[in-house]
């Protein structure tokens, strides 16, 4: 027997069951939905293996999708086989090309922008879209997995084997990218590419959603300090002494990070500036610190690390530009960008963590 036979009687013997492979279609979709929103969380190197295990399961459905496709290709093809449920099945497709394409062009470090949107945010609308898309495709066929379809120790080796493979084909991608020296090159372990230089200019002005404020006037400005500290203050932009500096690392989920000199405030400093921590609460301990935009744009960090983030007035020596949240804005060391609030008008100590964020990061700045 021939190399190559050999080769295809291995493939041919890690196919999984018809139904087998359908259903892990839809569980690695679905895992890669959970680790691709995990990862946009995860900003400190220990967290890699979570965008290593993104990276093994986009091949993994590669490999997937093609067996299923060999199985299917009839039904998409003779007209005479076209069902209504085709259309839904034919879309479900076009979407799971779209994010593999996009995801896979990503890597290779390719940057075209559609408007202003990056390869990487198309990658999550793809990804975003097929879920359900998955969902419906499969409730079209329903057949409930059956245990042969599992056998435990085949479906054991399989799934190892596939996801071992979506490693090194990344791993041997990552070469390729160094020998070619592509854009992809040098991206961090979030799959984020530099934007090199110092201050306002140097790298994007970024929404995570809508928010598109006005200038905010330095005179009129004022920074309130409240919730659970001794003696609430407003401050003017003129309070804000730039008497820290720090080189810090901006990432942003839409692919892009830049390291800046970030000048400004210890937030830490700040709640000195308004007596202190408040404790005589017994049931209402300080736990967290919540940052506001002028927007309605919001994020809270735990109380000990926000002491250490920074209220920023400067960038690269210039004074923060209007775009990067002038008059101030949060930098939040190892946090990922969505959460570095921009034209903060607020900070309050609360003892609660604050779920809403979530969903107001999303809908502010829309009317
Ligand atoms: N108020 C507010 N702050 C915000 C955002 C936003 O949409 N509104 N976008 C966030 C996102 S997604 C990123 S990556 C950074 C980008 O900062 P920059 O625009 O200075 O590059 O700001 C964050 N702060
Ligand atoms: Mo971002």
Same mark, same amino acid.
């Given at each position: 027997?021939?190399?190559?036979? #050999?080769?295809?009687?291995?493939?041919?013997?890690?196919?999984? +069951?018809?139904?087998?492979?359908?259903?892990?279609?839809?569980?690695?979709?679905?895992?890669?939905?959970?680790? %691709?929103?995990?990862?946009?969380?995860?900003?400190? +190197?220990?967290?890699?293996?979570?965008?290593?295990?993104?990276?093994?399961?986009?091949?993994?459905?590669?490999?997937?999708?093609?067996?299923?496709?060999? #199985?299917?290709?009839?039904?998409?093809?003779? +007209? %005479?086989?076209? !069902?209504?449920?085709?259309?839904?099945?034919?879309?479900?497709?076009?979407?799971?090309?779209?994010?593999?394409?996009?995801?896979?062009?990503?890597?290779?470090?390719?940057?075209?922008?559609?408007?202003?949107?990056?390869?990487?945010?198309?990658?999550?609308?793809?990804?975003?879209?097929?879920? +359900?898309?998955?969902? &419906?495709?499969?409730?079209?066929?329903?057949?409930?997995?059956?245990?042969?379809?599992?056998? #435990?120790?085949?479906?054991?080796?399989?799934?190892?084997?596939?996801?071992?493979?979506?490693?090194?084909?990344?791993?041997?991608?990552?070469?390729?990218?160094?020998?070619?020296?592509?854009?992809?090159?040098?991206?961090?372990?979030?799959?984020?590419?530099?934007?090199?230089?110092?201050?306002?200019?140097?790298?994007?002005?970024?929404?995570?959603?809508?928010?598109?404020?006005?200038?905010?006037? #330095?005179?009129?400005?004022?920074?309130?300090?409240?919730?659970?500290?001794?003696?609430?203050?407003?401050?003017? @932009?003129?309070?804000?002494?730039?008497?820290?500096?720090?080189?810090?690392?901006?990432?942003?989920?839409?692919?892009?990070?830049?390291?800046?000199?970030?000048?400004?405030? !210890?937030?830490?400093?700040?709640?000195? &500036?308004? %007596?202190?921590?408040?404790?005589?609460?017994?049931?209402?301990?300080?736990?967290?610190?919540?940052?506001?935009?002028?927007?309605?744009?919001?994020?809270?960090?735990?109380?000990?690390?926000?002491? %250490? @983030?920074?209220?920023?007035?400067?960038?690269?020596?210039?004074?923060?530009?209007?775009?990067?949240?002038?008059?101030?804005?949060?930098?939040?060391?190892?946090?990922?960008?969505?959460?570095?609030?921009?034209?903060?008008?607020?900070?309050?100590?609360?003892?609660?963590?604050?779920?809403?964020?979530?969903?107001?990061?999303?809908?502010?700045?829309?009317?």
């Amino acid at each position: 027997m021939g190399a190559r036979a #050999r080769l295809r009687g291995a493939v041919d013997r890690l196919e999984p +069951p018809p139904r087998a492979v359908d259903w892990s279609l839809f569980a690695f979709v679905v895992a890669e939905a959970i680790t %691709g929103l995990v990862s946009f969380t995860v900003g400190v +190197p220990e967290g890699w293996p979570l965008f290593w295990l993104h990276r093994a399961l986009g091949v993994g459905i590669v490999a997937l999708l093609a067996w299923k496709l060999a #199985r299917v290709r009839q039904r998409l093809t003779d +007209p %005479g086989l076209w !069902r209504r449920s085709t259309a839904l099945s034919v879309l479900t497709l076009v979407a799971a090309l779209g994010a593999l394409a996009t995801g896979i062009a990503w890597v290779f470090g390719l940057d075209v922008r559609l408007s202003y949107w990056t390869l990487l945010s198309v990658h999550v609308g793809f990804g975003l879209a097929l879920v +359900p898309l998955v969902g &419906a495709h499969a409730a079209t066929r329903f057949r409930l997995p059956r245990r042969v379809d599992f056998e #435990r120790r085949r479906t054991a080796v399989r799934y190892t084997v596939l996801l071992a493979a979506g490693a090194a084909m990344y791993r041997l991608q990552q070469g390729i990218n160094d020998a070619l020296d592509t854009a992809g090159s040098d991206r961090r372990f979030t799959g984020s590419q530099p934007r090199a230089g110092a201050g306002n200019g140097a790298f994007p002005i970024t929404s995570w959603v809508a928010d598109d404020p006005d200038p905010i006037d #330095r005179d009129d400005y004022r920074l309130r300090v409240d919730g659970l500290v001794s003696a609430p203050v407003d401050l003017t @932009a003129a309070d804000l002494a730039a008497d820290h500096e720090a080189e810090l690392l901006l990432d942003c989920t839409s692919g892009w990070y830049t390291v800046q000199e970030w000048g400004g405030i !210890r937030v830490g400093d700040l709640l000195e &500036a308004a %007596g202190g921590t408040a404790t005589e609460n017994a049931d209402r301990e300080p736990a967290y610190v919540r940052f506001t935009s002028v927007t309605g744009y919001r994020w809270s960090l735990p109380l000990d690390e926000a002491r %250490g @983030a920074l209220l920023a007035t400067h960038v690269g020596g210039e004074r923060l530009s209007h775009g990067h949240g002038a008059p101030a804005r949060l930098v939040a060391p190892d946090r990922r960008g969505f959460q570095w609030v921009k034209w903060v008008t607020r900070v309050e100590v609360r003892s609660e963590y604050d779920l809403g964020q979530w969903v107001v990061t999303l809908v502010s700045g829309f009317d």
